[in-house]
């Protein structure tokens, strides 16, 4: 069986959730005997070849290097490179499954040509799409967060999302735009085979949205990860080290993360210790960036701020923590920092909202905060500081799903029958 | 009576006469001492004051005038006899071979006197000298008037009539500041001159008389034909000339505009055009007639033309029905018959369709993509539809055949485009598309209408042929928020626009509500044809679409009431349902309140032709 795996990015080269979720199920496939080609758009023009859009990063890892100027409507500059390039690389290529992981990047229409070669291919050709975030629903990044207010957002609709857009870079939208937009991207997304969710909730907020296609719920798996020992503590002192790990912007709530050390009791305000790992915050809004300053001036002994790191150092920076805090103010899908604290052995605090909620229990393998709330947070906080509690949320800590698992269910669908034959 | 042709007036001329060729003149002041008038001002070299009985006239370099209107200008003082108590002096001015009349009024003022005198000091006593002559009782009074000190050997000076006949090349004279407000006793202008075509001109001017009299301003042109350009001319307020001519004139003003729509009645152009000014059995030549305007495209004659327009009221009907329409109607627009064309087919079409589908396209094309989208899921496309583009703007050829050649492989929907040479307008570009049409049933359709789902093709043609008097058969169009934008249209008499029949769309914005699928198919006066099915053999019987609509509006309402004519009527299928982003083409037109101005042409044009039938469709509906 030959799988052609195609994301929106290479880990290699650039570090998201989604990207590294496909990454993984490829790698794992390979491990398996089957024939998996990644298929991964990246934006390096620097390592293109002349006069064809794809290079290698390694066998069985191809580079598509499109442009896409036209982040709005998902469409790339040329459609020639669908084509005329994807085209042929689908005839050389023969997959007997396709597995989209994204269309950022590449383009509705690459889902259009995959239909096509499948309704052309002489044998059963599946087309399977693991959904990452809400793009195609939310012109907002993919947020299903407002704009200007960061209100969470539950329905598109084009006069809403028009409204909630008039203020955003570089220029508002109008209803017509996104309604056209909308029709676009159904109207590719009606050609797939079965989707892919990591959360219910992520399901259930397509389906709202009206995706008509079986949605399957598996999560992201990972290659097995080592719980490790709990930090030794001297006696009485708190399981005051809390950290947040990944992408720093403002849907990430980082910034409410710094402010609950200030609705801490005075106590264990004085022996917190906060780990900020991640990088994007230079890339983030001035307002957030001073904020973030300032806070950080505020408590220079207890906040520490780190830049980027590397998914082999997971190992340690769980090792010099306690809890891992995720403050996301919008709804996430399967956040894999999750998994990795879960296979580290490490209790999570996290919003209680959207695909994040459902895979932290409160209380059993750690605790959920009011979105957007400081004071709710200091409140988680200085519940998992306690050592006792703390101890029973690391018991209550299930492995994450593997990447095993996850292969075998996807594997599942690749050979599942289509509806129609 | 007083004739005064006020070419270029412009509201700062204040009391001046301008001739328009740059020869301007004007009276500073006009005194009585004794029985003298004495008359100041000034003129550009040609024009000459002639007054009865006058004995002194002297010219003299006047700083002010030069500064203005350069070295051409100079002042002049003049004195005459009054044979009586007189109220008024009349003028003639002289500007080469040509003579205008004016009358002006004598001031008593003992200031004004005083201030004539300051002024011309340095004359006055040539003056005295001059009057010494003839009238010495006056010469002792102007000595009084203005305490004169005269030589004792006072030369006998000959008069002085200035004979300068050269018109000076120079600038239009520009504005001295007035002391004096002397309306002309009538006064015209032509404006404009606006090629029609072959058809003649519209032009465009003023006409004031300050008494009750009945003016005529007779155009002349090729070959020998004279006509009264004020008669039957729509006349328009014309506030301007109150700040150029002065209050007097303030009811005038009111009225004093015309636009006059001249059908030549040969089709050679015209060569020569003059205007003459005729009143009371007076009669002058106009001065040199504006450049008459031509315009490459009808579309821009009417932009001109239109600037005249302001619609509103029943007033703006005499106007379209008299001036302005029948001008418009006789611009050459290019028609699709004798329009060339580019045609290019994409993917392999049915060889046997059911229905072929037109889509004229116009500003913009990146609809093509979104319809092809969607039309691409549908089987009907791949099997029943002759799917037709048509592009109606040739600016855009290039990016269109291109986008064309972009989108075709991916979506895979066999298509023509067409290209049309000529920017004809909704009507003509549906026309050239009918021409290419291969299935005995048309769908006009507009590029910004997105269906909500496959198979509404089918659905169409189903319905169509249930009922066998259907002639155009419509849908249900709603905006992307679900909001209603057409179930069908009612004519409806709009009084704020001259009482004329506009398309009425009901429910339009509210709610799209539920429909019984038994009753779901329902007569109505008219369907847009955003959206509409009908027979080319229908559509060919009455003559296409008519084309004489300006870019587009009504084309589809008159369809139908051709069609109905024939005894066909319109229906629409409430239960297929399309989107149409109604705004989007909208918003192509830079000049909104042009784009207005040419929706009520239309809307006039199509009141015209079909008052008849909508009113008894409407007093039957009323039963």
């Known amino acids: ?421 | 009576m007083a004739l005064f042709p006020g070419k270029t007036l412009n509201p700062l001329d204040t009391a001046i006469a301008s001739f328009g060729n740059g020869e301007a003149a004007k009276v500073d002041r006009c005194v009585r001492v004794g029985n003298l008038a004495l008359i100041s001002g000034w003129t550009t070299a040609a024009p000459d004051i002639a007054i009865r009985g006058t004995f002194f006239s002297q010219r003299y370099p006047r700083e002010d005038v030069e500064r203005e209107i350069g070295p051409a200008g100079s002042g002049f003082l003049k004195a005459c006899h009054l044979p009586g108590p007189a109220r008024h002096l009349d003028l003639q001015l002289r500007v080469g071979r040509q003579r205008y009349r004016s009358r002006i009024e004598i001031s008593d003022d003992p200031a004004i006197i005083e201030a004539l005198g300051i002024e011309q000091q340095a004359l006055l006593p040539e003056l005295w000298a001059a009057a010494q002559q003839i009238l010495p009782e006056t010469a002792t009074a102007l000595s009084q008037v203005f305490r004169l000190t005269m030589p004792a050997a006072a030369g006998g000076e000959p008069l002085v009539v200035n004979e300068k006949t050269a018109a000076a090349e120079h600038q239009p004279a520009m504005p001295l500041k007035a002391e004096s407000q002397t309306p002309p006793s009538a006064a015209a202008a032509i404006d404009e001159i606006i090629q029609i075509g072959q058809s003649g001109f519209l032009v465009v001017g003023w006409c004031i008389t300050t008494e009750p009299a009945t003016a005529k301003l007779l155009l002349t042109f090729h070959p020998q034909a004279e006509v009264d350009l004020l008669d039957d001319a729509y006349r328009v307020a014309r506030p301007d000339l109150v700040d150029a001519l002065g209050p007097m004139i303030r009811t005038q003003a009111a009225q004093a505009g015309f636009l006059s729509y001249v059908r030549s009645p040969s089709e050679q152009a015209p060569l020569n055009l003059s205007v003459r000014f005729e009143l009371e059995g007076s009669s002058i030549e106009m001065p040199p007639l504006p450049t008459v305007k031509r315009f490459d495209h009808p579309i821009d004659a009417t932009h001109e033309l239109l600037k005249h327009f302001h619609p509103g009221g029943q007033e703006m009907l005499t106007l379209l029905d008299h001036q302005l329409g029948p001008a418009i109607a006789n611009l050459p627009f290019r028609h699709s018959g004798d329009t060339q064309s580019e045609l290019i087919r994409f993917g392999e079409a049915p060889a046997e369709p059911k229905v072929s589908l037109i889509v004229p396209l116009y500003g913009r094309y990146d609809f093509v993509e979104f319809q092809l989208s969607q039309f691409a899921n549908d089987p009907d496309f791949h099997t029943a539809v002759d799917l037709i583009y048509v592009l109606d703007d040739p600016r855009l050829s290039e990016g269109f055949r291109d986008c064309c050649a972009a989108v075709a492989p991916i979506y895979e929907v066999p298509f023509s485009a067409l290209l049309s040479r000529d920017h004809l307008g909704y009507a003509g570009a549906n026309n050239l598309g009918v021409a290419q049409a291969r299935a005995d049933l048309l769908i006009l359709l507009n590029s910004d209408v997105i269906p909500s789902q496959s198979g509404w093709v089918t659905a169409m043609l189903e319905r169509f042929q249930a009922h066998p008097d259907c002639g155009a058969l419509g849908v249900r169009l709603l905006y992307p928020d679900d909001a209603l934008q057409h179930d069908g249209m009612l004519f409806k008499r709009l009084p704020s626009l001259g009482n004329l029949w506009i398309n009425d769309h009901p429910g339009k914005g509210l709610p799209a509500m539920p429909v019984d699928p038994e009753q779901a198919l329902v007569p109505v006066a008219a369907a847009t044809a955003a959206c509409l099915m009908l027979r080319k053999a229908d559509l060919l019987s009455i003559g296409g679409l008519d084309e004489g609509y300006i870019i587009g509006d009504f084309e589809d309402s008159d369809l139908c009431l051709a069609l109905r004519q024939q005894g066909k009527r319109s229906y629409v299928a409430r239960d297929v349902q399309l989107y149409h982003l109604e705004r989007q083409s909208q918003a192509l037109f830079a000049d909104r309140n042009w784009r207005d101005k040419i929706t009520v042409y239309n809307c006039w044009r199509h009141s015209r032709k079909w008052d008849a039938l909508i009113s008894q469709l409407c007093a039957a509906e009323a039963l």
């Not at chain 1, 937009?181 to 399901?203: N, T, V």
């Not at chain 1, 397509?206 to 080592?226: A, K």
């Not at chain 1, 006792?388 to 095993?404: N, T, V, Y």
């Not at chain 1, 996807?410 to 599942?416: A, N």
């Open chain 1, 1 to 421: 069986m030959r799988v052609l795996m195609i994301a929106h990015g290479h880990p290699s080269l650039i570090k998201g959730g989604g990207e590294i979720a496909a990454y993984q199920l490829f790698k794992e496939l390979r491990e398996r005997g089957i024939d998996a080609y990644l298929l991964a758009a990246t934006r390096e023009d620097a390592l293109q070849h002349g006069g064809t859009p794809f290079s290698m990063l390694r066998p069985h890892e191809i580079l598509f290097h499109g442009q896409m100027r036209d982040y709005f409507n998902l469409s790339p500059d040329s459609l020639r490179v669908v084509w005329h390039d994807f085209r042929q690389l689908l005839a050389q290529l023969q997959p007997d499954a396709i597995h989209f992981h994204h269309i950022l990047h590449l383009g509705t229409q690459f889902i259009r040509e995959a239909a096509r070669y499948r309704a052309n291919a002489g044998k059963p050709v599946r087309l399977i799409f693991t959904l990452h975030e809400y793009l195609p629903i939310c012109a907002n990044d993919g947020q299903m967060v407002m704009f200007d207010s960061n209100e969470l957002c539950t329905e598109a609709s084009p006069t809403r999302c028009a409204y909630c857009l008039k203020l955003r870079p570089p220029r508002p939208r109008t209803p017509e735009e996104l309604f056209l937009r909308e029709r676009l991207i159904r109207a590719a997304f009606s050609l797939i085979d079965h989707f892919i969710a990591p959360s219910a909730f992520l399901r259930q907020t397509y389906q709202r949205w009206g995706l008509s296609q079986p949605i399957s719920v598996i999560d992201n798996g990972l290659p097995p990860m080592q719980p490790l020992a709990p930090r030794p503590l001297q006696p009485g002192q708190p399981r005051a080290r809390f950290a947040y790990l990944g992408q720093i912007n403002r849907y990430k709530g980082v910034q409410i993360l710094l402010e609950a050390i200030g609705f801490l009791e005075p106590k264990l305000r004085e022996q917190v210790q906060i780990d900020i790992h991640g990088c994007g915050l230079v890339d983030q809004d001035e307002a957030l960036q001073q904020q973030i300053e300032a806070l950080r001036q505020r408590y220079p002994s207890q906040l520490h701020i780190h830049g980027r790191y590397d998914r082999d150092e997971l190992g340690r920076l769980f090792n010099e923590i306690d809890t891992l805090v995720l403050p996301s103010i919008w709804w996430e899908n399967s956040p894999l920092v999750l998994q990795e604290a879960k296979g580290y052995g490490r209790p999570m605090i996290c919003s209680d909202i959207g695909g994040m909620q459902e895979k932290v229990t409160d209380g059993v393998d750690g605790l959920r905060f009011s979105r957007g709330s400081a004071a709710s947070l200091a409140r988680a906080m200085q519940r998992a500081a306690d050592p006792e509690l703390w101890e029973q949320l690391r018991k209550g800590i299930k492995a994450p799903d593997s990447i095993q698992i996850t292969a075998e269910q996807v594997l599942g669908l690749y050979t599942e029958a289509s509806p129609g034959a």
